[in-house]
């Protein structure tokens, strides 16, 4: 028809019907009436009764116009309560009907703004959990998140796997991390607003924090940005990304075929190839970026967060919440403590004395304790009975073979009896440095359903006197060395 009334324009009417392939009757009634035929169509009347029609402007409309922000599916369950006799195959119907009044009558929503990004300009920083994963660690779950930093001009990413929740001192080793990898660092650094780093802080201890930040931004010339509280979409250069590095390690770790890492670091290096392949694929654009990234400082700066504290008699130290033993000679010391995402490093004024793996409190905020059975076992040996109310004593136990061997020695023996074995096997362990050889020995005794025999144990593990070879050392005269020192000063006369 459209073909025929622009051939119409030069020609007669049997010209352009036949030029259109339309019969001559045709053409003249479209020359009668040139209307669509979508335009002379009736719109199709209701063929049953509309089943909302005594309810919708007077029952659900008030409800749209009083609480806009209801559910469809709410406003039909109050209609069902309210008349019965509906049944359930209105729900569409109604649902349809309310989106389409609230395109005419609803609220204005939202806009989000697309933005130019311009090269070296903005980097952005979040957290993402990665529990949904369920990593292991030498069968253990991993609990933690992922630190996620990305430019958004390139889509450079980086990533490091962090233990604990959101905190500035994760965010700073993160970042650094990244920009020290990138070779720059962008002009403009964005976050989310850190509601979980500022979470059960004092006014001043968030006011520290803020200016910490500021101070870690200003350090690499970038200019500190935050997104809104729960306005993810700000973060949308790096939140929308989330997603597909998940699935990037998911895939990842369906080819491995296991989810089980021997240790933290393998986790780390198999997270550091995933995100190593993926900006390859933006390799061009990296390149093309880094030109535009401000020269980074000759030296990182902090990333740790200095806390002091106390030893106590107890021999150790508590902070937030967790309890770490330490040599008993530093009772009574302040230690300088260097609390990082995963270790502490305690010093002692100036002098490194040695790194701390870090714990966490329990998730229903009681302590947890990090003790290493060879700071307190001199003390143990002296006080064996202590075992057996220990509050750190399953965290006592180096291996899991030590924790069965201590529980069926209280099924069989007195509990002065099994503390003071468990202690004895303990001391050596500690004192002849086969904690795990020890280990399998305890293991096979407990399979073959016996209990360790502190003499058998010491005759394996120790040697014997007798054995040892008796070495014999001779000392020269030390008359022979002034000879021999006279007849060099001879010789050079």
Not at 36 to 56: G, N, V
Not at 65 to 81: D, K, S, T, Y
Request: glycine residues 6%; contains cysteine.
């Amino acid at each position: 028809m459209r073909l025929f009334m622009k051939l119409r324009q030069n020609h007669s009417v049997t010209v352009a019907a036949a030029k259109a392939s339309i019969g001559r009757t045709t053409a003249f009634r479209i020359e009668k009436d040139p209307r669509l035929l979508s335009q002379k169509t009736k719109p199709r009347e209701r063929r049953r009764p509309d089943p909302l029609a005594h309810i919708f402007d007077a029952e659900i409309v008030p409800l749209l116009q009083a609480a806009p922000g209801i559910r469809a599916v709410a406003i039909f369950e109050e209609m069902l309560r309210r008349h019965p006799e509906l049944g359930d195959g209105i729900r569409r119907t109604m649902e349809r009907r309310i989106r389409s009044w609230r395109a005419v009558h609803g609220a204005e929503q939202e806009v989000i703004f697309r933005q130019v990004h311009e090269p070296g300009r903005l980097g952005l920083s979040d957290f993402t959990n990665m529990d949904s994963l369920e990593v292991t660690i030498a069968g253990q779950p991993l609990d933690h998140l992922l630190y996620h930093f990305r430019l958004a001009y390139s889509g450079f990413e980086h990533g490091h796997v962090i233990l604990g929740g959101e905190s500035f001192v994760a965010l700073a080793e993160g970042l650094q991390n990244a920009l020290w990898s990138l070779g720059g660092a962008p002009h403009d650094h964005r976050s989310d607003s850190l509601s979980a780093a500022f979470r059960n802080l004092t006014t001043n201890e968030r006011e520290d924090l803020t200016h910490r930040y500021e101070e870690l931004c200003a350090h690499y010339h970038m200019k500190p940005t935050r997104n809104n509280k729960g306005v993810a979409h700000e973060n949308g250069s790096i939140e929308s990304v989330h997603g597909h590095i998940k699935a990037a390690v998911r895939d990842a770790l369906l080819m491995r075929g296991s989810n089980d890492f021997d240790d933290l670091a393998a986790y780390r290096a198999f997270i550091d190839e995933i995100v190593s392949r993926r900006n390859a694929h933006n390799l061009k654009r990296i390149e093309a970026e880094r030109p535009h990234l401000q020269e980074l400082p000759q030296r990182r700066t902090t990333d740790s967060e200095e806390v002091v504290v106390r030893v106590m008699r107890t021999g150790g130290f508590t902070l937030r919440k967790v309890f770490y033993s330490v040599p008993s000679r530093l009772i009574g010391h302040q230690l300088r403590v260097r609390l990082f995402d995963d270790r502490l490093d305690v010093f002692v004024g100036g002098t490194y004395l040695m790194t701390l793996s870090r714990g966490r409190s329990h998730p229903d905020g009681r302590h947890s304790q990090v003790v290493n059975y060879r700071h307190v076992i001199h003390s143990l040996r002296q006080k064996p009975m202590a075992l057996l109310r220990l509050v750190y004593r399953d965290q006592l136990f180096p291996r899991l073979e030590y924790r069965q061997t201590f529980e069926a020695l209280l099924e069989r023996l007195t509990d002065k009896q099994a503390c003071k074995t468990m202690v004895e096997i303990l001391a050596l362990a500690h004192e002849r440095t086969c904690e795990r050889e020890l280990a399998e020995r305890l293991a096979s005794m407990l399979d073959a359903g016996e209990l360790p025999d502190m003499a058998e144990l010491r005759k394996h593990f120790a040697p014997d006197p007798a054995t040892l070879p008796v070495v014999s050392v001779h000392l020269a005269p030390l008359s022979g060395y002034e000879a021999l020192v006279a007849g060099h000063a001879g010789e050079r006369a």
